[in-house]
């Protein structure tokens, strides 16, 4: 099996992009596009940078918040 090894300079770019789209890091394919001709990337290894990101990254935070949300609104709930 071939190595898929992303250099930094291309990651710098894409964690560029996720975080300018935090709210909604899934990329669509006309920035899947210029993504790879930014970085040489071909389409897969980028959505599949993406989707690692989102699992490793936003969902853990996404997932932090909502608990975080579910407790207020419990103790709200609960204190009135």
């Not at 992303?6 to 006309?30: A, G, S, V």
């Not at 989707?51 to 997932?63: E, L, S, V, Y």
Request: glycine share 2%.
């Amino acid at each position: 099996r071939k190595e898929n090894i992303i250099y930094q300079t291309e990651k710098d770019i894409l964690k560029e992009w996720f975080m300018e789209h935090i709210e909604n890091p899934y990329i669509n394919d006309q920035s899947k596009l210029k993504l790879s001709k930014m970085t040489g990337l071909g389409s897969k290894q980028i959505s599949t940078w993406f989707m690692n990101a989102r699992k490793r990254f936003w969902h853990p935070i996404k997932n932090k918040k909502r608990k975080r949300k579910s407790k207020i609104l419990y103790l709200f709930f609960v204190r009135t």
